[in-house]
Every structure is written in structure tokens, then in C-alpha cells.
């Protein structure tokens, strides 16, 4: 719980195809990101987030100082 600083490249979670089991992906990450009051620093290189990223940060406790997005597939 006192991570500070994450990286998480090449995530698994594909949200680009909309399915019970991505939408239950994107929740598990946001509640795991969630129990980790002390995180300032993200990085999602090249994960599969499509217009979900709102919903993946929803459960933070604080504001992030850092958040890395490389190569990230965005989309509104």
C-alpha cells in the first residue's frame, strides 16, 4: 500500500472490443490502483486503454504527480 511509483506496460486489459470480461478487467485495475493510497506515479505504456482511462483512474485516493502514457492506443 505504500507503492508510490507503478509501471504497467504492455497491460493485458484490451478494452477496444467491449466484453463482460474487459469491463470486469478495467474495474479490477481501477479497485487494485484504488487500495494503493500512496501511488504518485503511473505508467500505462503501450496498454490497450481505448476511451476507458477515466474509468481506470476513477479509484485513485490522491491526484497522481506523473502519469506516463506511451504509446497508449486513445480513443474518446
Given at each position: ?63 497522481l ?12
Amino acid at each position: 500500500p505504500e507503492l508510490r511509483s507503478l509501471k504497467l506496460q504492455y497491460s493485458n486489459v484490451d478494452v477496444r472490443r467491449p466484453t463482460p470480461e474487459a469491463a470486469l478487467g478495467v474495474r479490477s485495475l481501477a479497485g487494485q490502483l484504488g487500495m494503493l493510497p500512496g501511488l504518485r506515479e503511473l505508467n500505462l505504456g503501450s496498454s490497450r486503454l481505448s476511451g476507458n482511462l477515466r474509468h481506470i483512474l476513477c479509484d485513485l485516493r490522491a491526484p497522481l504527480e506523473s502519469l506516463e502514457l506511451p504509446f497508449c492506443s486513445l480513443l474518446p
